[in-house]
């Protein structure tokens, strides 16, 4: 065991604050990560808070890390010492069953485990990235490609694969009209990666104020929902529409603006029910989805693809006393558009 410094909500709603924990020591299919870097996620804030249900505390969130292996275990063999590396939501998982052997551990039928507010296998909570080391299974682990910066690829970690994977489930590409909703900090990844894919992309938001960002983003076109002739105009319109918000929405105007057989794919998760009449989708064949990151080859499979295209997260690197700032500036949209934290900080 080795005691790291971290930051930690003590309970629930609780302001984070400065602490140490325990990290396991390195067993043999183990690498031991020098965090540089770990990104803010709204679901940090879902999990801090209870917003998601009961929740283990103390908690030390983040699942978007990126850092340098330091220590690798005698049965490793993906990494070595100083490989550019990343950790996402997900660390661990049954292995056997049909999701894990298919590549979707995140659907791990025997349950996987979350990278933080999550009990491992040993029995003991795991802690996330809001700290200066994680020691990690090589198989949880991905390669950060050099292309990338370990600042900006933090985010893809979580906003990127989890946009990226419907996307590329969806069919999105040349000749296919998405439409993106929200532009947070999921929402401006997805209309980065869906440019990427060559689709023609159209950013769905409350009201025009990022609309400059957006078409800057790659999006080409923008809408505020705010505006009802929004809805009158662009009926029929879509091929594709990921939802990246955590409010609730109306469905049935959303789900109007898909073509026949259109899909409507949600990513964001809202605290609280929603209501649907079932008309607005037997109407056109419509389809309401839901996408969950994605596996760890498809988040190796999208930060080589981040790569190739110069895709980055959009950030505000802060300091770790920032971070109790920074959920507040979360929740009032006023982040452009992923917070970061500089782990030498902590």
Known sequence: MTTVAAYAAPAPKAPLERTTIERRAVREFDVLIDIK???ICHSDIHQARE?????????????EIAGIVSEVGSGVTKFKVGDRVGVGCLVDSCRECDNCKAGLEQH??????????????????????????????ENFTVRIPDGLALDVAAPLLCAGITT???????????????AIVGLGGLGHMGVKIAH????????????????????????????AT?????????????DLIVSTVSAPLDFGAYLSLLKT??????????????????????GGNKILAGSMIGGIAETQEMLDFCAEHGIGSEIE?????EINEAYERVISSDVRYRFVIDTATI
């Not at 009201?207 to 957006?214: M, V």
């Open 37 to 39: 870097f770990a990104g």
């Open 51 to 63: 917003g998601w249900g009961e929740a283990i505390f103390p908690m030390v969130p983040g699942h």
């Open 108 to 137: 791990c039928t025997g349950g996987s485990v979350g990278t933080y507010n999550a009990i491992g296998k040993d029995g003991e909570p795991t802690y996330g990235g809001y700290s200066t080391h994680v020691v990690v299974d």
């Open 164 to 178: 990226y994977s419907p996307l590329k489930q969806w069919g999105a590409g040349p000749g296919k009209k998405v």
């Open 196 to 223: 990427a894919l060559g689709a023609e992309v159209t950013v769905l938001s409350q009201s025009l104020r990022k609309q400059d960002d957006g078409l800057k983003l790659g999006a080409d076109h923008y809408y």
């Open 226 to 238: 705010s505006d009802p002739k929004t809805f009158e105009e662009l009926a029929g319109s879509f």
């Open 261 to 282: 057989g259109g899909a409507l794919v949600n990513v964001g998760a809202p605290e609280e029910p929603v209501a649907l009449n079932l008309f607005s989708l037997i």
């Open 317 to 321: 690197l802060i300091g770790a006393s």
